[in-house]
C-alpha cells in the first residue's frame, strides 16, 4: 500500500481519519485558548505551560492502571465515549468564575480518560490496515493533526482576538461532541481484539512483558523522552511571545506536516531506518537558535525546522509493531502514546521551572540541549534489530491469569 488513494479505499479508514480530524481541531483550539486564559490569570509561565500540557501527567495513571482496556474494549463505543468526556470537561472549564485549581483537576481527568484512547486508535489501525500500509496510514494521522493544529491555532488565534478564553473553549466543547458523534455513526462496530475484563492487574501483565524485551525498551524510550523535552520548548510559546504565540504554534504544527508527508508518503522502506537518527537529532538542534532570543520570524523558521523531526516517532511506531505481538498492538500503541503523553507534560513542567529561573529563551535552549543529549544516548541500542530478535520479541509470551 504506496498510495493514498489506496488508503482511503480501505474500508473505516475515512471514517477513522474524519474523528481524528475533529478531535485534533478541538484539542489544539482549546489547548491555546486555555493557555491564554491562565498565563493572563496568573503572569506564570511554568502555570501556562502545565495549563496546555498538564493533562499528559494523568497519562502515566492510565499506563499504569486503566491500558488493558485499550484492547478489551469495543473500539467505536470507547472512542465516542472519550470524546463525550472531554466535551463536558471543556465545558465545565468554560464555566464563569471557576477557580485555577479546579481548572486544573479537571485537566488531569481529562488525561486520565483520555489516556485510553491512543492505544484504542491506533490498535483500531492496525486491523483496519495490512501491516504493509501501517506507515502510511499513521503519516496520513500525523499529517491531520499538523493540518488540524496550523489551522487550529490559527483559528484560536483569531477567535481570541474577537472572544473570550472562555467563550472559545466552549466552542471547542462542540467541537469534541462533533467528534463523538462522528465516531458514533461513521465507524462499525467491532469486538474487542482481546478477551476478558480490562482489570490493573492485566494492565501491569502485559506493560511487564512489552517493557522486558531490550529492543522494546529503547523503542518506548527513544519515542518517549526526546520528544517530550521538545513538547517542553512549545509549552514556553506563549510565555517567550503571548502577542503571537499562535505564529510559532502553527510553524511547528506546519513543520510536523511536511516531515510526515515526505516520510510517508516518499521515503521507500529501506531508507527509513538510515533517515531515524538524523531525524531525531533535527528535533532538537533547531531550537538552539533560541540562546540568541531570536525575533519571530527566526523562531518560527526554527520551529519549523524542529518539528519535522516528529516523523522520527513513525519509524519509531513501525519498529514497535514488528517487536510486538499482534494481540498487544493495541496495549503497545497505548504505552507508547501514554509514555510520550506523560514525557510532554514532564517536559512542560520542567521547562516552565527553568523559564521561571532563568527566561523562556534560556529554558528552550536548555531542554533542546536536553533533547539532543538523551538521543545520542540512545542511539546505540536503535540500531537495526536482527531477524531472531524481532522473533524473539514477538514470540514471548506471559501467561495470563
Given amino acids: ?58 497519562q502515566v495513571v492510565g499506563a499504569t492502571v486503566l491500558m488493558s482496556a485499550a484492547d478489551r474494549l469495543p473500539p467505536r463505543g470507547a472512542l465516542a465515549g472519550i470524546s463525550l468526556c472531554f466535551a463536558l470537561g471543556t465545558a465545565v472549564i468554560a464555566l464563569p468564575g471557576l477557580p485555577i485549581w479546579a481548572i486544573f483537576v479537571v485537566i488531569l481527568a481529562q488525561g486520565i480518560v483520555g ?9 483500531l489501525l492496525t486491523d483496519v490496515l495490512p501491516p504493509e500500509g501501517f506507515v502510511l496510514g499513521r503519516s496520513v494521522l500525523n499529517m491531520a ?51 476478558g475484563r480490562p482489570s490493573v492487574a492485566e494492565t501491569w501483565r502485559v506493560n511487564t512483558l512489552l517493557w ?26 506563549v510565555s517567550y511571545d503571548p502577542d503571537h504565540a499562535s505564529v510559532l504554534f502553527a510553524a511547528a504544527a506546519a513543520g510536523m506536516l511536511a516531515g510526515d508527508t515526505v516520510v510517508g508518503r516518499f521515503i521507500p522502506p529501506w531508507l527509513r531506518d538510515r533517515l531515524a537518527a538524523p531525524l531525531r537529532l533535527l528535533l532538537a538542534v533547531p531550537y538552539l537558535v533560541f540562546v540568541l532570543d531570536p525575533a519571530l520570524p527566526l523562531g518560527a523558521l526554527a520551529a519549523f525546522t524542529a518539528s519535522a523531526g516528529f516523523a522520527a516517532s513513525l519509524l519509531l511506531q513501525e519498529q514497535l509493531m514488528r517487536l510486538t505481538p499482534t ?8 504505552l507508547q502514546t501514554a509514555g510520550m503523553l506523560t514525557m510532554q507534560g514532564v517536559g512542560a513542567a520542567l521547562a516552565g521551572t527553568v523559564a521561571q529561573l532563568l527566561s523562556p529563551a534560556a529554558a528552550i ?35 495470563g491469569p
Fill in 1 to 58: 500500500m504506496r498510495t493514498y488513494g489506496e488508503l482511503f479505499k480501505t474500508p473505516q479508514f475515512t471514517s477513522l481519519f474524519a474523528t481524528a480530524v475533529v478531535q485534533s481541531a478541538a484539542m489544539t483550539m482549546s489547548g491555546l485558548a486555555l493557555g491564554t486564559y491562565v498565563y493572563g490569570a496568573t503572569e506564570s509561565p511554568l502555570l501556562a505551560a502545565l495549563s496546555m500540557f498538564g493533562a499528559a501527567f494523568a
Fill in 115 to 123: 489516556s485510553v484512547g491512543g492505544g484504542v486508535r491506533y490498535g
Fill in 145 to 195: 493533526n499538523g493540518t488540524m493544529q496550523v489551522c487550529g491555532f490559527a483559528l484560536s488565534g483569531a477567535l481570541l482576538q474577537l472572544l473570550s478564553p472562555r467563550q472559545t473553549l466552549v466552542i471547542c466543547a462542540v467541537l469534541f461532541a462533533v467528534a463523538a458523534g462522528v465516531t458514533r455513526f461513521g465507524l462499525t462496530r467491532r469486538p474487542p481484539r482481546a478477551s
Fill in 212 to 237: 522486558s524485551s531490550v529492543p522494546r525498551r529503547y523503542v518506548f524510550l527513544a519515542g518517549w523522552v526526546p520528544n517530550g523535552l521538545i513538547v517542553g520548548c512549545e509549552s514556553l510559546f
Fill in 327 to 334: 494481540e498487544l498492538s493495541g496495549q503497545a500503541m497505548g
Fill in 365 to 399: 535552549t536548555v531542554m533542546a540541549v536536553a533533547s539532543a543529549a538523551v538521543t545520542l544516548a540512545l542511539a546505540p541500542g536503535l540500531r537495526p534489530v536482527p531477524a531472531q530478535e524481532v522473533s524473539r520479541s514477538k514470540a514471548s509470551r506471559v501467561a
